[in-house]
């Protein structure tokens, strides 16, 4: 392992980053979820859209996060061509996803890019989760026991303290 996989940082660490940097989210806390379609009835009474986030890879390794409002249907064919992909994309390994993001599969999340401070996950985000399609997003804050509202500008302003620079795409 390398250093990026030691001390990542976790839940409280996170919301400790969150006052840092001036950003305020909206927590609402539910059993542990591993779908989608098991947080959608903890969080569908909220405003906003909940995110589906994918954490993939391609043939030669190259890693992705793809973020899309949770209504989103997409073909991982589909988006290795628009992005490039290498052989298509595939799921990765948990072991990959705490290595990297040091959160556990069913807590994929954005946030999680706190932890990839060598920048090897390339963030792929559907576009209207950062424009004013939505009101609110909903993101795990590194747990799936939990769904986190925040705006799309404070969005950006978390994805941009990371040094990540997402690449946007219409789906």
Same mark, same amino acid.
């Given at each position: 392992?390398?250093?990026?996989?030691?001390?990542?940082?976790?839940?409280?660490?996170?919301?400790?980053?969150?006052?840092?940097?001036?950003?305020?989210? +909206?927590?609402?806390?539910? !059993?542990?979820?591993?779908? @989608?379609?098991? #947080?959608?009835? /903890?969080?569908?009474?909220?405003?906003?859209?909940?995110?589906?986030?994918?954490?993939?890879?391609?043939?030669?390794? +190259?890693?992705?996060?793809?973020? #899309? !409002? /949770?209504? @989103?249907?997409?073909?991982?064919?589909?988006?290795?061509?628009? @992005?490039?992909?290498?052989?298509?994309?595939?799921?990765? &390994?948990?072991?990959?996803?705490?290595?990297?993001? %040091?959160?556990?599969?069913? $807590?994929?999340?954005?946030?999680?890019?706190?932890?990839?401070?060598? /920048?090897?996950? +390339?963030?792929?985000?559907?576009?209207?989760?950062?424009?004013?399609?939505?009101?609110?997003?909903?993101?795990? !804050?590194?747990?799936? $026991?939990? $769904?986190? %509202?925040?705006?799309?500008? &404070?969005?950006?302003?978390?994805?941009? /303290?990371?040094?990540?620079? !997402?690449?946007?795409?219409?789906?």
């Amino acid at each position: 392992m390398d250093d990026n996989s030691i001390n990542h940082i976790d839940r409280k660490g996170l919301e400790t980053k969150f006052r840092e940097l001036g950003i305020t989210v +909206k927590t609402t806390e539910h !059993p542990e979820v591993y779908t @989608v379609e098991q #947080a959608l009835p /903890h969080i569908s009474h909220l405003e906003g859209v909940f995110a589906k986030n994918l954490f993939l890879k391609d043939k030669k390794k +190259k890693l992705y996060l793809f973020c #899309a !409002p /949770h209504n @989103v249907d997409i073909k991982l064919s589909d988006l290795a061509k628009l @992005v490039g992909a290498t052989g298509g994309l595939r799921f990765a &390994d948990e072991n990959i996803l705490q290595e990297k993001l %040091g959160i556990k599969q069913g $807590s994929v999340t954005v946030f999680g890019l706190i932890n990839d401070t060598n /920048h090897d996950v +390339k963030l792929i985000m559907d576009r209207r989760l950062t424009d004013d399609t939505y009101s609110e997003l909903y993101f795990h !804050p590194m747990v799936n $026991s939990a $769904s986190c %509202g925040i705006t799309p500008t &404070d969005l950006i302003k978390f994805v941009e /303290h990371t040094g990540h620079e !997402p690449l946007l795409v219409d789906i």
